[in-house]
């Protein structure tokens, strides 16, 4: 079971991002999936989140209409497009995956954890 997250990198202020994240060893339409992030000097959080069953999606109060979660289970992929990033968005970016009709940003519904990827907002 492994979870590959990718497409961070440096941005501006105000510019967009997607992240990406590959899951191999399991299907994704069997779990709820999240995106955290851990920005310097704080603990991690949840931002985004969707569930196994209908697709219905949550999001942390920061990020909310600048951020979007997506699923394609076909293709075992997760998605978070970021958009109007701020620095204060700088954080390693996580996915997860949990467990199914889960709508929740609580990391203790999560069981399988990517490496991260890094975003730096930053003019």
């Known amino acids: 079971v492994q979870l590959q997250a990718s497409g961070g990198g440096l941005v501006q202020p105000g510019g967009s991002l997607r992240l990406s994240c590959a899951a191999s060893g399991f299907t994704l339409d069997d779990h709820s999936m999240a995106w955290f992030r851990q920005a310097p000097g704080k603990e991690r959080e949840g931002i985004a989140c969707i569930s196994s069953s209908d697709g219905s999606t949550f999001y942390k109060e920061s990020v909310r209409g600048r951020f979007t979660i997506s699923r394609d289970n076909v293709k075992n992929m997760v998605y978070l497009e970021m958009k109007n990033l701020k620095i204060e968005d700088t954080a390693i970016y996580y996915c997860?995956?949990?467990?199914?009709?889960?709508?929740?940003?609580?990391?203790?519904?999560?069981?399988?954890w990517g490496q991260g990827t890094l975003v730096t907002v930053s003019s």
């Open positions: 997860a995956a949990g467990l199914p009709l889960v709508l929740s940003l609580k990391e203790t519904f999560y069981t399988n």
